[in-house]
């Protein structure tokens, strides 16, 4: 996937090596937009409270 980078140059961003989608968009706002996201995510944490019924979503 070619995107331009937030100085207006093209750069290529390969999909497929991301666990998941949040990980890709972090990286994806990065390149775009040069915002930092918050990268720290538990996953494990979160299945466990979806789980548990305290989340609806994971």
């Known amino acids: 996937m070619y995107i331009r ?3 207006g140059k093209m ?3 390969n999909e ?3 666990n998941n989608e949040y ?3 972090t990286k994806l ?3 775009k937009y040069n915002v930092k996201m ?3 995510i538990n ?3 979160n299945i466990i409270s979806y789980i548990n019924g305290e989340k609806d979503f994971i």
Do not use: D, G, P
Request: glycine fraction near 0%; hydrophobic fraction near 40%; aromatic fraction near 24%.
């Open 5 to 7: 980078n937030w100085r």
């Open 11 to 13: 750069v290529e961003i």
């Open 16 to 18: 497929n090596i991301y």
């Open 23 to 25: 990980e890709f968009y």
């Open 29 to 31: 706002w990065k390149i």
């Open 38 to 40: 918050k990268t720290k």
């Open 43 to 45: 996953l494990k944490e």
